[in-house]
Every structure is written in structure tokens, then in C-alpha cells.
């Protein structure tokens, strides 16, 4: 195509869209900013890239982690701070889970008045649940599809505001002005291939996570980490990249079904973990919790136990709840026992279920400041999975639901505030908004030669490395060949040439997804490859234990000036003494 006619109809091909705030993911943390920022009676945006009430937030079916004391009195936020930076391993951003543990029952009880249906205890209080790495039972949950109950409620909380949303809408690029302020957007529309030119001053990141780097993974097809490498690009900091969680149970068999969480919610209402010879294995990982552990500690025993030969026949271990009976098990655990039945014709009431651990979530994400959520990135905020800091190398279960309320809000706060403190426009260049155009069309309209690639076989091969080279276990010298073979797969991206038209193309959006997952995979192995120690997702079978000095160190990822990926070793400022004095007295309690 002539340049003269490509730029005609590039301009033909975008409209413009102006709000105050643009909100970047429909999930629990996107919504709940854009209730924050649209209460302000600012304009809002909110972009998704599938339905609104599709977002990964229904996957975490556990519960909410509050210490609202209502079924043990004696929690506290102390107490939850303290399991939290233990499970951590104390690469927490310390301020951020302070903030957290002390705002999550705020995050509760304004759910529950919005119109959020919560078991309860016999006197008619929210009912909580015991969960693995929780000190007492803290989870206020809605059986065990509690992250739907919060999207449904948060659904009809934005839709109630003036929030405009736009659905099966994909972002590609953020804009920034010549001060390095944030300008705007570029999306186009999944249906149609439209584009839509957004602007706007201020920029939510709520995107969630990656796991689809991953073959095996619970998360649905919209987790190929768009935001995280769009912040990256615009020039924002990544922290803790390294930690990718794997959930120690995830379906195994039928093989469609491989992956699909089986929530930690089973093992809260006491199911049993068992090798193929029936023994209760964690006695032998962790003798005092059990198989209320936490993550990283459950995966790996799971794995290991597969992996010296004591798996199921389907290449997993035993989860067991039958003895609970049917009746309580339709009462706590209904969605499990549905997903079960349907998709491996398994009676959990009857006989056990088969789980190994699957991808689930990222404790890395884009560096933010904890109370308002903004990066260094003028008019850049993020919350939820796609911003780091809280969870430190292990998140504890029922910590990412809490999270998505409590930032999600501050997110929305930070944005509102900073729009009513500046004066610039939100003008971005037409020749930058072609361009990007012009970048997205690429594999739609270039010649095709004898080079082309296909985004999905791509995308297969990067899976298949980070399964083999960057699982729950890992050492240098693979990490090292792992890198070699995501490189390569970067090299050929220029070369990705999908077929048809804009309208209802798949191919087309594997192409832009896959240059996001290539990108983040290369960040998660350069940052483990320095991580030369064993520290919660983290664990160099090359090294015998954690490293002192490491565990003073975040690794901050930013690009540099060639355009390449530049760590940094940052260290942790020590936590301020009413925090620190929290472990001391912790101690001389043992």
C-alpha cells in the first residue's frame, strides 16, 4: 500500500473519545477506581478487553482475607500484617501491605452494603473461613465463588455512576505529552477493528495478570500482561518480575480441563492432600500447618511428590473433602463439586480429585506508590495483579480479592486527585496516532513472504519454554536456555502475518498479545537469573537456601536507553519501628 493511502485511511479508521480518567481493565480493581474517580464527578473511561462481568477477579473463589474478628475476635491487623510479610519472605513494599491489612475490613463491610450476599455465622455476622498462611480464620467469603459475587456488585455499583465502558475494546498504546505527562490512549474495537483515539489526563492500569505465558494456567485468555508492558513501554518501574505464583492445586485431568483452579477453599474446609499410596504427604513439608501452608510451600511439595514417582495416574495428587458429606459440601463448596462433575465426571463427595499446580497469579507488577497508586509515570496509576509490591515473593490466598478494594479505590483517588491539580491538555500528534495505527495493521497488511509466522505457534513455542525452563523450580543453566529460546521467538516477531480482514479476527489480536507475553517472559527470567537464591516463588534448586543480602533487595525493572530491559537492585527501606516492633513481639511469643 502507497504511504499517502495508508495515512487516508488510517485517518478514517479512528474516532476520538475525551474523559478526565481512563480505567484499563474491568476486573474487581478497575471497577472499584472507576466508582472512586467517577464519584469525584469526573468523566471516566473504562476500557476491557472482553465482557464487563467476564474479568479474571471471578477466579478467586476463596474469599476476601479482612481481620474483621467476627468468627476469631483475637485477629488483628497487626496479625494479618505479620502473616503477611512472612509470606512474603519480607520483599513486601511494608507501607503497602500496612495499608492493606489495616483498610481491608473497610473494603468488606462497603461491599456488603453495596449488595454483596456474604455467608454468615449463626448470629448473622459475615462468616470467615481458615486459609493457608493465615493466622486465624480471616476469609469472608461467599461459599466459594466469592470474586463473581464482587464483580457483580461492583458491576452494578459503576453502572449506576456516569461511567462510560467501553467493551471488547483493546489498548495498544499509552501517550504522553513532550513533558512526559500521560495523554491518552490508543484502542481498537475487537468486533470491527475500529480505532479509537482516547484522551485523557490521567490513566488507571488494572489489567491483572500473565499467566498465559504459561501452558498450564488458571487464568483466562485475557492474561497476557497487555498493561504491565504497556506501562513498561511508557516508561514505567516493574518490581519483583521474578515471583510468578503457582497455585498447588489446579485440575489435571480431563485434559481440556487442565489448569482450572480447584480453590484453596477445599483445603480451608479441610481437605487432605495424599500421595497415589494414600499418605498425607505435607507432614513431611510442613508438619505444623499441614495443608494450610502456604502457596509456594504446598506447590512444591505437590510437585515433588509427582515428580519422585508417587503421582496419581493422571500425573497429580490426591485432594480429599469427601469427608465433609454432600450436604456440606453443596453448602461450602458448590461451584467445586459442579466443576467436578461436569468436567471430569468426579463426585468430590464421593471420591477425591486429582490437582497439581497450576500458574495463577503474579506477585510482580508495575512499581507504584501505596497511597495513591501512581507510578513515576505522570498521570500513570495501577492497582491490583498488574502493580507490585504488596505480595512480596508468596501471596497468601484471599490477599488479591482485599487488595483489588483497597487499591482499587486509592487508585481511583490518586487519579481524581491529580486531574484537579493540573492545567495541561491531553493533546497527542496525529502523525504519533497513525503511526501506532500503522504499527497494529502491520501484520494485517504486510506482503506475505516465506518468513511469516503464525502469533499462535509463537505463542506455543514461548509456553512450552517458560513451562520447561521457568516453572516453580528452577536453575541458572536452564533459565539461561530458556532465555535463548524467548529471544529467539523476539526475533521473529517482526515476521508474525495474519490473514483476513479486521472484523472478528482472533489471529489479529494474537498478534498484538503475543509481543506483550515474549516481553514479559524475557523480564521474569532475566530477574531469576539474579535472584540466585530460594525465597518463596522463587527457588534456584542451584543455590541451598535464601540469600541474606538478597533478602534485602527488590529488583526494580526499567527499559533503558537502547530500548532494552535494565534491572536494578534496590533495597528495601527498613520498616519504621511500631512495624518492626509487630516481629519482636512476634518472636517472644515462640
Known amino acids: 500500500m502507497e504511504g499517502n493511502e495508508h495515512l487516508r485511511r488510517a485517518r478514517e479508521n479512528y474516532e476520538t473519545r475525551e474523559h478526565d480518567v481512563l480505567v484499563i481493565g474491568a476486573g474487581g480493581a478497575g471497577l472499584r477506581a472507576a466508582i472512586s474517580a467517577a464519584d469525584r464527578g469526573l468523566s471516566v473511561g473504562v476500557v476491557t478487553k472482553s465482557l464487563l462481568g467476564k474479568a479474571h ?74 486459609f493457608g498462611g493465615h493466622t486465624y480464620r480471616r476469609l469472608a467469603h461467599i461459599g466459594d465463588r466469592t470474586g463473581l459475587e464482587m464483580i457483580r456488585t461492583l458491576q452494578e455499583k459503576t453502572l449506576a455512576t456516569d461511567a462510560k465502558v467501553y467493551m471488547e475494546t483493546t489498548v495498544t498504546r499509552l501517550f504522553k505529552d513532550a513533558q512526559g505527562r500521560i495523554a491518552g490512549a490508543l484502542a481498537y474495537t475487537r468486533e470491527n477493528g475500529k480505532f479509537i483515539h482516547f484522551k ?22 485475557e492474561g497476557t500482561g497487555d498493561g504491565c508492558i504497556l506501562a513498561y513501554d511508557a516508561g514505567a518501574e516493574l518490581v519483583d518480575m521474578e515471583m510468578v505464583q503457582f497455585h498447588p492445586t489446579g485440575m489435571v485431568w480431563p485434559p481440556g480441563a487442565r489448569g482450572i483452579l480447584v480453590t484453596e477453599g477445599v483445603r480451608g474446609e479441610g481437605g487432605v492432600l495424599r500421595n497415589a499410596s494414600g499418605e498425607r504427604f505435607m507432614e513431611k513439608y510442613d508438619p505444623d500447618r499441614m495443608e494450610l501452608s502456604t502457596r509456594d510451600v504446598v506447590a512444591r511439595a505437590n510437585y515433588t511428590e509427582v515428580q519422585e514417582g508417587r503421582g496419581t495416574p493422571h500425573g497429580g495428587v490426591y485432594l480429599d473433602i469427601t469427608h465433609l458429606g454432600y450436604n456440606e459440601i453443596m453448602k461450602r463448596l458448590p461451584t467445586m463439586h459442579e466443576q467436578f462433575l461436569k468436567l471430569a465426571d468426579v463426585d468430590i463427595a464421593r471420591e477425591p480429585m486429582e490437582v497439581f499446580p497450576t500458574v495463577h497469579y503474579n506477585m510482580g507488577g508495575i ?35 482485599g487488595d483489588l478494594l483497597v487499591f482499587g479505590r ?110 514479559i517472559s524475557e523480564i521474569i527470567i532475566r530477574c531469576a537469573l539474579e535472584r540466585k537464591e530460594r525465597r518463596g516463588a522463587q527457588w534456584r534448586l542451584d543455590y ?6 538478597l533478602g534485602k533487595i527488590n529488583f526494580v525493572v526499567k527499559r533503558n536507553e537502547q530500548g532494552e530491559v535494565g534491572i536494578e537492585k534496590r533495597e528495601i527501606p527498613p520498616m519504621p519501628e511500631h512495624l518492626a516492633a509487630l516481629f519482636k513481639e512476634e518472636k517472644a511469643k515462640v
Open 544 to 549: 541451598d537456601g535464601p540469600d541474606e543480602e
Open 410 to 519: 486509592r487508585a481511583g483517588d490518586g487519579a481524581a486527585d491529580y486531574i484537579e491539580q493540573s492545567t495541561h491538555s491531553a493533546q497527542t500528534g496525529e502523525e504519533e496516532i497513525l503511526t501506532e495505527i500503522g504499527r497494529v495493521l502491520e501484520p494485517l497488511e504486510k506482503p506475505a513472504s516465506d518468513k511469516d509466522e503464525s502469533p499462535y505457534l509463537l505463542q506455543e513455542e514461548l509456553q512450552e519454554a517458560m513451562m520447561e525452563h521457568a516453572n516453580l523450580m528452577r536453575d541458572g543453566d536452564s533459565l539461561k536456555e530458556g532465555l535463548g529460546k524467548i529471544l529467539a521467538i523476539k526475533d521473529r516477531l517482526p515476521n508474525i502475518k495474519v490473514g483476513g480482514t479486521r472484523l472478528f479476527n482472533p489471529g489479529w489480536h494474537a498478534a498484538q498479545d503475543v509481543r506483550y507475553l515474549t516481553q
Open 57 to 130: 477477579t471471578v477466579m478467586a473463589e476463596g474469599g476476601i482475607a479482612a481481620a474483621i474478628g467476627n468468627v476469631d475476635p483475637d485477629d488483628s491487623w497487626q496479625q494479618h500484617f505479620i502473616d503477611t510479610l512472612n509470606s512474603g519472605k519480607f520483599l513486601n513494599n511494608w507501607r503497602k501491605a500496612e495499608i492493606y491489612t489495616k483498610e481491608a475490613p473497610a473494603g468488606v463491610y462497603e461491599l456488603e452494603q453495596w449488595g454483596a450476599l456474604f455467608n454468615r455465622t449463626e448470629v448473622g455476622k459475615i462468616h470467615q473461613r481458615p
Open 200 to 221: 485523557a489526563k490521567a490513566v488507571v492500569m488494572a489489567t491483572g495478570g500473565w499467566g498465559r505465558i504459561y501452558k498450564v494456567t488458571s487464568n483466562s485468555w
Open 367 to 401: 512499581k507504584v506508590e501505596p497511597e495513591t497508586c501512581a507510578t513515576h509515570v505522570p498521570g500513570l496509576f495501577a492497582a491490583g495483579e498488574v502493580a507490585g509490591g504488596l505480595h512480596g515473593a508468596n501471596r497468601l490466598g484471599g490477599n488479591s480479592l
